[in-house]
């Protein structure tokens, strides 16, 4: 039995030491579940395998990407599928998935995604509007139905219609609200969902119904019912699956953190961001953060930097770090002091989404009785010195125990009970007295016993007392 090996874990807790270590072992190819490092450039902000690394072992979906170009997690699905089948089916070679953008790795062990292929990147929905349900007569019959019987749409059939005629660039430049509106009349179900301010996945839940001419809701009730499905999508796509979750204490992991983006001023990271900002972000005077790898964490949060200060700046934070070596009381250039802000957004923002990916494992893996999931291992990578007795053998077993049929004295984790479990997590509640917009009856119930609940209510009460006065 060939498996198929992933590693989850936040960022910093050895994750690409692991993998390499265990493809070295059962001569596997690594696939980087990373939407960072998909991207070309940035190789020392995104921590991608250095170059020898990446030259003891085969490493797939590094540098595939252009820095401005759309790459979502159906491009990612489409590339790494046809490598994990070939490696898997035809050079019996164990692919081993890591990285800790966790929905890559979900797209690839479920069933889960709407579509079977996807759009080349500059096709545009706009573009083949004869082939779509935009200019059907039928759909807009039936939007003009569906508009009729509404209470509650504020558009008429033509601004439906004006919207589904877009582009995808020029439906990503509209409002989340109106987008939200549009996705309302063609697929309430879904919109019921999903917060207004959730443009990405309302954007996507449009596009499925302008490729397909199927609502999302209809394409992801299809899922749940096959055989496999739950809640969250279809089955499971290969029947091996290895899943590993290396672990570290929160407090030792903060500081390794830190220590990291330090490491990175070192490794030349001053270079690598001006040469990029040059590149991709300056000749189009554009710092919205809104295509591509600017997107992610890791770059944006230089901007404040880089757009205020020069490469004469940059010159000056190098010597004034040599000079402060041997005399502690220079004073720091001012661009030193903007570059240090910088530096310690990055390590919050890189702690908070470690924190982000602990609770995406625990409840998409572990708090989900009614979804076919393989056993998943904990591996704590909290003591380095005892690495090898406390990640590496371990996984060894494991991988062996599959691939062999041994017995293996390493125990999976327990699943816990999941406090959204019976509740419906599909319905959006308005409160009225606070003015909000909650998704899923778990939030709502939570927002009902909380004081900002009752201040609200309160507040309202107050007003209106004031008012009849």
Known sequence: KVPLIVILGSTGTGKTKLSIELAKHFNGEIISADSMQVYKGLDIVTAKATAHEQAEIKHHLLDIARPEQAFTVMHFREVALPIIDDL????KKPPVVVGGTNYYIESLLWKIL????????????????????????????????????????????????????????????????KLHKVLQVI???TANRLHPNNKRKIHRAIEVYLESGQTLSEVLNIQR????????GGPLRYPNVVLFWLKCDQEILNNRLDGRVDDMMSQGLLNEIRLFYNQHVKPYEDSSCTKGVLQS?????FLPYLSKFDEQDDEGIREYLEKIKDDATVESPEAWISLKECLESL????????????????????????????????LDTSNVQ????????????????????????IKPLEKYKNPRQGL???????????DKIFIGEYQWQIHLKSNNHKRGVAAKHKKIKTAEF
Request: glycine share 6%.
């Open 225 to 232: 019912n096959s055989p496999g499905g739950c809640n969250l």
């Open 424 to 434: 419906n997590e599909e319905v959006s509640n308005f409160c009225s007295d606070c």
């Open 187 to 189: 697929d309430p179900v």
């Open 88 to 91: 898997l089916h035809v050079k």
């Open 114 to 177: 709407v579509g079977e292929s996807v759009k080349t990147e500059k096709s545009a929905i706009g573009d083949r509007r004869d082939e779509t349900v935009a200019s059907s007569s039928s759909s807009m019959a039936h939007i003009r139905e569906i508009i009729s019987k509404s209470e509650k749409s504020d558009l008429s059939v033509e601004e439906v219609q004006t919207f589904l005629q877009m582009s995808v660039d020029e439906l990503n430049n509209q409002d989340s609200v």
């Open 297 to 301: 964490i890791g770059f944006k949060e």
């Open 386 to 409: 005892q690495w090898n007795e406390n990640v590496l053998n371990p996984a060894i077993n494991v991988i062996e125990s599959i691939i062999y049929g041994k017995s293996c004295n």
């Open 347 to 378: 390590k919050l923002s890189t702690r908070r989404y470690s924190k982000k990916q602990i609770k995406w494992v625990k409840h998409r893996f572990l708090g989900n009785s009614e979804r076919q999931v393989p056993d998943l291992y904990g």
